[in-house]
């Protein structure tokens, strides 16, 4: 389940932003295949849980407004 794979990604940005394609070689063994993986990060964008930064290419949480 994608839900099961939340915590893996907010863990993992709890200190600080990372590089979407570093976190993923960081933690691959922990999800399926890459396309888990891109589901999981779609799924924390749809609820505002992170944010992506374009033109560094990094993932974050988002601010609580």
Do not use: G
Not at 3 to 31: G, M, T, V, W
């Amino acid at each position: 389940s994608v839900i099961a794979r939340f915590p893996i990604i907010l863990k993992a940005l709890e200190d600080n932003n990372q590089n979407i394609h570093s976190l993923y070689k960081k933690n691959k063994k922990k999800f399926l295949n890459i396309q888990n993986y891109v589901e999981t990060l779609d799924c924390l964008y749809a609820l505002n849980k992170i944010e992506f930064d374009e033109t560094k290419e990094e993932i974050r949480l988002c601010s609580v407004k």
